[in-house]
């Protein structure tokens, strides 16, 4: 274990004997291991409890005015992290934060902080073969900005994951035919999905900001969400619905207060997309 103003050793005695420290090869059979640290020159016993063993480390180090913030554990870390995500970002967010990070700590319980390094994020990556570049871009972002975050708030003096470098990603294009449009239609069954699909089709809009749309969004005739309901929250999002569209939108928005709330009850019709073959 290493700190930055002082080196623990563990020394491993049998009580009763002489100890003999060994940084590359301490004695191990039947013994007790105690945590020193070196400081000008000169042992410390800070006693056998590792955690026990930082909190006097601070003490010493503080009296000599050179104390230092350390978290010991990783998943106290990853811990404060989402709460504090879950606290000042968006639901979405903090659960795309949640399950990379729950997936890490579960490959890596225990793990700790001044252990860690971007060898065991390039391990839990490899050990995921179905992700794709993407989806390991954003896993290596997620565990990078919990990190950062936590150097920020003083948690840790410095991140073990700084040189960990994120892969360049490449933007999906997918472009679906009106022969495709057809076939998925055909096996919706329900009009509140195909109302929420030809809204799809005839605007362009994202899944996700049609669910969310209601009828306080639409502005003579065109949709505008707010900065605080658009991704990236920096400016307003602004859809234009064309004709068959807008006409759907406005059937809706006459009975309901949020436009497509039906979209989102509605599971016995939507198609089945591995049927057609995707």
Same mark, same amino acid.
């Given at each position: 274990?290493?700190?930055?103003?002082?080196?623990? &050793?563990?020394?491993?005695?049998?009580?009763?004997?002489?100890?003999?420290?060994?940084?590359?090869? #301490?004695?191990?059979?039947?013994?007790?291991?105690?945590?020193?640290?070196?400081?000008?020159?000169?042992?410390?016993?800070?006693?056998?409890?590792?955690?026990?063993?930082?909190?006097?480390?601070?003490?010493?180090?503080?009296?000599?005015?050179?104390?230092?913030?350390?978290?010991?554990?990783?998943?106290?870390?990853?811990?404060?992290?989402?709460?504090?995500?879950?606290?000042?970002?968006?639901?979405?967010?903090?659960?795309?934060?949640?399950?990379?990070?729950?997936?890490?700590?579960?490959?890596? #319980?225990?793990?700790?902080?001044?252990?860690?390094?971007?060898?065991?994020?390039?391990?839990?990556?490899?050990?995921?073969?179905?992700? $794709?570049?993407?989806?390991?871009?954003?896993?290596?972002?997620?565990?990078?900005?919990?990190?950062?975050?936590? &150097?920020?708030?003083?948690?840790?003096?410095?991140?073990?994951?700084?040189?960990?470098?994120?892969?360049?990603?490449?933007?999906?294009?997918?472009? !679906?035919?009106?022969?495709?449009?057809?076939?998925?239609?055909?096996?919706?069954?329900?009009?509140?999905?195909?109302?929420?699909?030809?809204?799809?089709?005839?605007?362009?809009?994202?899944?996700?900001?049609?669910?969310?749309?209601?009828?306080?969004?639409?502005?003579?005739?065109?949709?505008?969400? #707010?900065?605080?309901?658009?991704?990236?929250?920096?400016?307003?999002?602004?859809?234009?619905?064309?004709?068959?569209?807008?006409? !759907?939108?406005?059937?809706?928005?006459?009975?309901?207060?949020?436009?497509?709330?039906?979209?989102? $009850?509605?599971?016995?019709?939507?198609? $089945?997309?591995?049927?057609?073959?995707?």
């Amino acid at each position: 274990m290493h700190a930055s103003h002082g080196t623990f &050793l563990v020394i491993y005695a049998t009580i009763g004997e002489t100890c003999h420290a060994s940084i590359s090869s #301490p004695l191990v059979p039947k013994v007790h291991p105690k945590w020193y640290v070196q400081v000008n020159g000169k042992q410390v016993c800070l006693g056998e409890d590792e955690d026990i063993a930082w909190e006097k480390y601070n003490a010493l180090m503080a009296r000599s005015g050179k104390a230092e913030t350390h978290v010991s554990r990783v998943d106290v870390i990853l811990s404060e992290f989402l709460g504090w995500t879950q606290r000042n970002l968006s639901e979405r967010t903090y659960q795309s934060y949640r399950d990379f990070l729950r997936s890490f700590n579960d490959r890596f #319980p225990g793990i700790k902080t001044n252990a860690l390094k971007p060898r065991h994020v390039t391990t839990w990556l490899d050990e995921h073969d179905s992700w $794709n570049r993407t989806t390991r871009a954003i896993a290596i972002r997620s565990i990078k900005r919990c990190f950062n975050w936590a &150097l920020a708030e003083g948690l840790i003096d410095n991140n073990p994951l700084a040189t960990l470098r994120t892969p360049t990603t490449t933007p999906r294009e997918v472009v !679906i035919s009106p022969d495709q449009w057809k076939r998925i239609f055909a096996t919706v069954k329900d009009q509140a999905f195909k109302d929420f699909l030809l809204v799809l089709k005839n605007t362009g809009a994202r899944p996700g900001e049609i669910r969310q749309m209601e009828a306080q969004h639409i502005h003579d005739g065109v949709v505008i969400y #707010p900065k605080v309901n658009s991704k990236g929250k920096r400016y307003n999002r602004v859809i234009y619905p064309n004709k068959e569209a807008k006409a !759907i939108i406005d059937r809706l928005a006459a009975k309901h207060p949020k436009v497509l709330t039906a979209v989102q $009850n509605c599971g016995a019709g939507r198609p $089945n997309f591995a049927a057609l073959g995707w």
